[in-house]
């Protein structure tokens, strides 16, 4: 069954190959890279033949190499630190394999993310949870919810920039309690406003 959902806005039309594939398969080969990354980061070079191969995977999709890491961009501290972690406690084989492999699994998720429909992704995981409904599991509500989870990150992110930028026009401060408390109420509100209206739609289970 099809969820009607808007993209979230990572998602960018084309034609290539890496588009036309289905979403199962893009998904089934994430989930590959997942799990091969425990024998794929014992070895720094495999690393980055995977990183290598994720970037031609956005040349494929015709997207520029920026696009990449602009994917990687919120996590480029916290990459640096593991580098730096693991160098010093054993070498640099580690500083190169540990933080190379996870920007290798966040880059090759925001390329499944770029090429498909957010909608085409909830179906798939709407179809593979289908089989658990013999046991009182509803694979639309699942879809729903994890729909809801996807929608609410760039929602809030959203939300935080506002009360960044009215903080700074009526006050330049900087206080962490005059950013986090606005933002909660207007995030509990807006939470608020989706309830309401996921029970008018009978959604009040």
């Not at 080969?29 to 033949?49: D, F, K």
């Not at 694979?139 to 960044?164: K, Y």
Request: with cysteine; glycine share 8%.
């Amino acid at each position: 069954m099809a969820i009607g959902i808007n993209t979230l806005g990572l998602y960018r039309q084309g034609s290539s190959l890496l588009h036309r594939a289905p979403a199962v398969a893009k998904l089934c080969a994430l989930v590959v890279l997942g799990a091969a990354s425990i024998w794929l980061q014992s070895r720094w070079w495999l690393v980055l033949a995977a990183l290598a191969l994720v970037l031609a995977g956005y040349l494929v999709a015709g997207f520029p190499l920026g696009l990449m890491l602009k994917q990687l961009r919120p996590m480029i501290w916290l990459l640096v630190f593991i580098a730096a972690m693991n160098w010093w406690s054993f070498d640099w084989q580690h500083a190169i394999a540990i933080p190379g492999m996870i920007a290798a699994l966040v880059a090759a998720a925001g390329l499944v993310t770029l090429t498909t429909p957010m909608s085409a992704l909830i179906d798939v995981v709407v179809r593979a949870v289908g089989p658990l409904r013999r046991f009182g599991v509803d694979p639309e509500r699942v879809g729903l919810t994890l729909m809801l989870g996807i929608r609410c990150v760039p929602v809030v992110a959203g939300l935080a920039r506002e009360v960044r930028e009215a903080q700074i026009a009526r006050t330049a401060t900087r206080s962490f309690r005059a950013f986090a408390v606005p933002l909660l109420v207007r995030a509990l509100r807006d939470a608020d406003a989706l309830g309401d209206a996921l029970v008018a739609r009978g959604f009040d289970d």
